[in-house]
């Protein structure tokens, strides 16, 4: 038996890659499929599987296109109503795969189809639980997503999670591994480690939400402190549960080559977005006007989810030479699938003819360490926690999730600084800016890790 955990650090996903034999299943795919293909030609595995814990909103899944490449069933837990043909399995219903066998835990409370898989070894004994949403290292999957009417509270979720977790979970041995769906930066979550593996056992030492006396107090402490959820999960869930068009064709669409004459022309719609998928050193240094830059070196899809939130958003994009299908692909791993096109040939070509670029106003902490004083009007742009635990003495926060409120408010005579933590998050928040007209402001280049470094006595840092 082999266990290989897939895991895609954009987007804190966990994939899983079960072996026994020549039999193989696969939990929670990623949109693009082929590595999967592969895995299985080089091992001559056969897919028996394909096991959803639930249906996802942070991500597509790759669940139709896998299943229409292998012929293997794909499998959802307990009240599951997709549009597509797979088997709904019974709770404690057993499947095999070569010597191993995988149970079913239907654990409702993140959705109520969610299930975890605990897989027995080839001697029957539990070796792991694959649990979704259901579990998270550190954290339990947020229960206010499933929320339908009113009948069916976050607090009625929490509870049914509650259940789920202490009545299915706890009682396995210490010795189960834990492999979750996500790691830390997933917006499913809120206290989610670094890690992406534990045992059972640690988890029930160190997980606040598995430490909780009784149901009421668990209830109270997994809905503190929640966001709201992202626009586009809902969008998400709907492609999961319904359908999605085929990954090859959306990426066969999306890779046209534009010349910058035919690029500039499609700019010209207003109805698209224009993406630049740059470092933000090469973005700030020149761009096409109006562009917003969400670069590929962070967490590319989930930022474009939150800030675009529309998957049906036409987009063009420019993209470093030789990074279009990356940003296609990954575009598309959060169901943006209507890419008009790229520009051939990047930035460089577009200057090249002679076409008009824009610049961000970027300082360094240095420079900004000498502008500073008591009245300077500085936006911190990350979380509330992140301000929470440390930031600069009179600097205001304004998170980035929250531009479209907070970049209304900002005083057009009244010049103002942004940072936050190193510089991507604020790069992106000043190609907002600047797309709806707001010029006067400056983005601090490496944010509050470069402002700490500095030694001038101006710069106050407070908890």
């Known amino acids: 038996m082999k266990i290989e955990q897939i895991y895609t650090g954009c987007l804190a996903q966990g994939a899983y890659y079960i072996v026994s034999e020549d039999q193989a299943a696969i939990i929670d795919p990623l949109r693009e499929v082929q590595p999967y293909l592969d895995r299985l030609e080089r091992e001559g595995a056969r897919l028996k599987y394909i096991f959803e814990t639930h249906f996802h909103a942070d991500f597509v899944s790759g669940h139709l296109d896998l299943s229409k490449k292998t012929g293997a069933p794909i499998v959802y837990g307990p009240t599951a109503q997709p549009s597509f043909p797979a088997i709904i399995a019974k709770d404690e219903e057993i499947f095999t795969i070569g010597n191993v066998q995988v149970k079913v835990l239907h654990t409702p409370g993140h959705t109520l189809e969610s299930v975890v898989y605990l897989l027995y070894d080839e001697t ?15 954290d339990v999957g947020r229960p206010d997503l499933a929320q339908k009417s009113s009948s069916l509270t976050k607090e ?55 430490n909780q006396s009784d149901k009421e107090s668990f209830i109270k402490k997994v809905l503190e402190g929640l966001c709201p959820p992202p626009s ?5 869930v709907e492609m999961n549960k319904g359908g999605y068009p085929d990954f090859e064709e959306v990426k066969r669409k999306a890779l046209k080559g534009l010349t910058p004459r035919e ?54 994009l420019v993209t470093e030479e030789g990074k279009e299908e990356e940003a296609v692909t990954r575009l598309s791993r959060v169901g943006f699938d209507n890419v008009v096109g790229y520009l051939k040939g990047g930035i460089d070509s577009w200057v090249a003819v002679g076409y008009e670029t ?7 902490a240095e420079e900004f360490s000498n502008l500073y004083e008591k009245n300077t009007m500085v936006l911190d742009l990350r979380t509330e926690e992140e301000y929470a635990e440390e930031h600069l003495l009179g600097a205001e926060n304004r998170p980035l999730i929250d531009i479209a409120g907070w970049s209304e408010e900002l005083q057009e005579e009244k010049e103002v600084f942004i940072h936050c933590a190193g510089g991507y998050r604020s790069m992106i928040a000043a190609s907002i800016l600047c797309s709806k007209g707001i010029r006067k402001f400056k983005e601090i280049e490496g944010g509050i890790s470069a402002l700490k470094k500095q030694e001038s006595k101006n710069l106050i840092f407070v908890p």
């Open 263 to 316: 690029f500039r022309e499609y700019a010209q719609d207003l109805a698209l977005v224009l993406l630049d998928t740059r470092r933000t050193n090469a973005f700030c240094r020149g761009f096409v006007p109006n562009s917003i830059n969400i670069g590929l070196e962070g967490n590319f899809a989930p930022w474009v989810g939150a800030l675009i939130a529309d998957v049906k958003q036409p987009i063009l």
């Open 232 to 236: 586009y999960f809902g969008q998400n």
């Open 124 to 138: 029957r004994v539990p070796a792991a639980i694959f649990s979704g949403d259901t579990l998270f290292l550190g």
């Open 156 to 210: 009625h979720l929490a509870g049914m999670l509650y259940d789920s977790l202490y009545k299915k979970i706890m009682p396995l041995p210490d010795e189960v591994m834990v492999y979750p769906a996500h790691g830390a930066g997933s917006a499913c979550g809120k206290k989610m480690q670094k890690e992406t593996f534990d045992t059972l056992g640690n988890q029930k030492k160190i997980n606040y939400a598995l």
């Open 358 to 364: 824009d610049r961000i106003n970027r300082i360094s």
